[in-house]
């Protein structure tokens, strides 16, 4: 019992758009003891995901579905329970999952979540607690007649991401909400409790209704960041009833219940604590140990996401980013691209590469690609706003595969360097995070763009991670032992300085360049300035005069 009291175990699990992850630490001795990760097209066929998302009906519409996120987790806690650890000592759970996306559940689920039948496999009897069986996902851009109305019902977007941190966003759930509420009155009116993706999966671990946090409650479009709880404004803006159907808002430390019956039970783990979870970029920020202002963090994830902690929640005046809350109690600015590993695999796939031959041909490009711009708007883009998709090409030939490649690549940095100067951050250091850190070449983009020291780190999946770090957080502060965020993600989520990319400071000075010309193609691309070819097509001339930049 000493042993079990005094080297617990914290599990942070990480349900993102393609897949769920879990990572077991060892607090004391700040090591990562189980690692593991299931995608959900493969791990789960019958459901017929592709990369998580259900077949599309139209461009802008994204669902996924709650069913399956639900067998994922059952699935995983199988692994954990057969992980070989001395699982007694799993002090707490909490989680990590992607934002905006929500789950709709009658009013059989509250008693039912509590008595679930350990027998039995939980997608099947999470099904019939549904009052819609599928779940509208960050990737979901069908929502601009709804984003209007509530902008107008709220008193104007100023007003809106004043108190919400954000303008509409055609993703964020509140217009998600509103678009159910209009096409399936019946089914919204049948909808006991709206969870987050996040609140949705502790309540299944806690067998109870689970809060919400203010980081993934400030993805909604429903909550006051100044306050931490619905911005009723907004709430009643959005849909009738809308108030009793929303969990509470807590903070991200606080405990969601214990884990239920069923689990114990089905896979023998222990009555561990859940603690609330949070959304995928706000467990980042600790899982990358972004615990001070000043530094960012990059996430090349499905999406590529800019992100660095804030004292003050300071709004974006351009009505690019975001203001959400972060678990430490302050705030988190970011900027969201929807085109990110999205992108780059449709260009590696149209040339028919692996990755390795995506990185040679990076390898073999020269930086600023001879001044040839390619905008990679394959799905309707976040940042800046595009809501009909496609592609842009100045100066680049449509069968240059390598120019192709560093076109996307380049464009894609560029975009987050200059979308991001509303943060305010003078950028020195950057932490890179996602599937596509792993791509060196990429990352060497990235140090030269920003013209800023890149780090990588040892656990690649920051938000499991910080997931991981919450738990223990939370289960200490539950405890009366509160630990510090310095303490608690020192020796965890600190980069690798042997995995440092440096800034080349002749290649940041192609990019400042190149960005004058980038920021040209995007105006004109979305209809706002001249077409830019002919300066793109004298730089190249000067380019290769000079015998490349
Ligand atoms: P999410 O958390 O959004 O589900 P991940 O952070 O796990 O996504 O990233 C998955 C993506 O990482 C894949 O879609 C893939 O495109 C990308 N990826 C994996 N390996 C590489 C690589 N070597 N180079 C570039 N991208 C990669
Ligand atoms: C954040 C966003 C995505 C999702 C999926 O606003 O839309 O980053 O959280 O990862």
Same mark, same amino acid.
């Given at each position: 019992m000493f042993h079990a009291l005094n080297m617990p175990y914290y599990l942070g699990l990480d349900s993102s758009t393609q897949s769920l992850t879990a990572i077991i630490i060892d607090a004391d001795e700040r090591r990562v003891v189980f690692e593991s990760s299931l995608a959900f097209d493969e791990a789960l066929p019958q459901y017929g995901t592709d990369h998580g998302v259900l077949p599309r009906s139209a461009p802008d519409v994204a669902l996924s579905s709650p069913v399956m996120w639900a067998d994922a987790l059952d699935q995983m806690m199988g692994r954990v329970a057969a992980s070989g650890l001395d699982l007694p000592r799993l002090a707490a759970i909490s989680g990590s999952a992607q934002q905006h996306g929500s789950v709709y559940l009658n009013a059989s689920a509250s008693a039912a979540l509590a008595s679930l039948d350990p027998a039995q $496999?939980?997608?099947?009897?999470?099904? #019939?607690?549904?009052?819609?069986?599928?779940?509208?996902?960050?990737?979901?851009?069908?929502?601009?007649?709804?984003?209007?109305?509530?902008?107008?019902?709220?008193?104007?977007?100023?007003?809106?991401?004043?108190?919400?941190?954000?303008?509409?966003?055609?993703?964020?759930t509140g217009p998600q909400i509103r678009k159910f509420y209009k096409g399936e009155p019946e089914a919204y009116h049948a909808t006991a409790r709206i969870h987050l993706v996040s609140s949705f999966l502790a309540s299944l671990l806690a067998g109870r209704d689970a809060p919400v946090d203010p980081g993934d409650g400030s993805g909604m479009n429903l909550m006051d960041l100044a306050t931490?709880?619905?911005?009723?404004?907004?709430?009643?803006?959005?849909? $009738? &009833?809308?108030?009793?159907?929303? $969990?509470?808002?807590? #903070?991200a430390f606080s405990i !969601?219940?214990?884990?239920?019956?069923?689990?114990?039970?089905?896979?023998?783990?222990?009555?561990?604590?859940?603690?609330?979870?949070s959304g995928d970029n706000p467990c980042s920020l600790i899982g990358t140990g972004l615990v001070r202002?000043?530094?960012?963090?990059?996430?090349?994830?499905?999406?590529?996401?800019?992100?660095?902690?804030?004292?003050?929640?300071?709004?974006?005046?351009?009505?690019?980013?975001? +203001?959400?809350?972060a678990p430490t109690g302050d705030f988190m600015g970011l900027t969201v691209f929807k085109n990110g590993s999205i992108a780059r695999e449709r260009v590696r796939d149209m040339f028919g590469m692996s990755w390795p031959e995506f990185s040679h041909a990076l390898d073999a490009t020269p930086p600023g690609n001879?001044?040839?711009?390619?905008?990679?708007?394959?799905? $309707?883009?976040?940042?800046?706003?595009?809501?009909?998709? &496609?592609?842009?090409?100045?100066?680049?030939?449509?069968?240059?595969?390598?120019?192709? +490649?560093?076109?996307?690549?380049?464009?894609?940095?560029?975009?987050?360097?200059r979308?991001?100067?509303?943060?305010?951050?003078?950028?020195?250091?950057?932490? !890179?995070?996602?599937?596509?850190?792993?791509?060196?070449?990429?990352?060497? +983009?990235?140090?030269?763009?920003?013209?800023?020291?890149?780090?990588?780190?040892?656990v690649g999946n920051s938000a499991a991670l910080g997931a991981a770090l919450r738990a223990w957080h939370g289960e200490r502060?539950?405890? &009366?032992?509160?630990? #510090?965020?310095?303490?608690? +993600?020192s020796g965890f989520a600190e980069p690798v300085g042997a995995r440092r990319l440096r800034s080349r400071g002749a290649l940041h000075d192609v990019y400042i360049d190149l960005m004058r010309v980038h920021a040209a193609c995007e105006a004109h691309a979305l209809g706002n300035g001249p077409d830019p070819t002919p300066w793109v097509q004298e730089l190249a001339a000067r380019s290769q005069e000079l015998g490349g930049w």
């Open positions: $496999p939980l997608g099947g009897q999470i099904a #019939p607690l549904l009052s819609r069986a599928v779940s509208p996902i960050w990737m979901d851009s069908s929502t601009a007649e709804e984003c209007a109305e509530i902008t107008s019902a709220t008193g104007g977007a100023e007003r809106l991401s004043r108190h919400t941190g954000s303008r509409a966003f055609e993703r964020f931490g709880d619905w911005w009723s404004p907004a709430v009643e803006g959005t849909a $009738p &009833g809308l108030a009793s159907k929303l $969990p509470a808002v807590r #903070p !969601a219940g214990t884990l239920s019956p069923y689990w114990q039970q089905r896979h023998r783990l222990p009555a561990a604590q859940v603690i609330t979870w202002e000043g530094r960012v963090a990059i996430s090349l994830g499905t999406s590529d996401v800019i992100f660095g902690l804030m004292r003050e929640p300071r709004v974006d005046a351009t009505g690019t980013g975001h +203001v959400f809350g001879i001044g040839r711009i390619f905008l990679p708007w394959f799905e $309707p883009e976040i940042t800046p706003p595009v809501s009909t998709p &496609g592609v842009h090409r100045y100066g680049l030939a449509e069968g240059d595969a390598p120019g192709h +490649v560093r076109g996307v690549v380049e464009a894609q940095l560029m975009a987050l360097a979308h991001s100067r509303w943060m305010g951050v003078e950028v020195d250091t950057i932490y !890179a995070t996602g599937g596509a850190s792993a791509n060196v070449q990429i990352l060497q +983009v990235m140090a030269d763009v920003f013209g800023a020291d890149v780090y990588r780190f040892e502060h539950a405890a &009366g032992a509160p630990i #510090p965020w310095d303490d608690v +993600v």
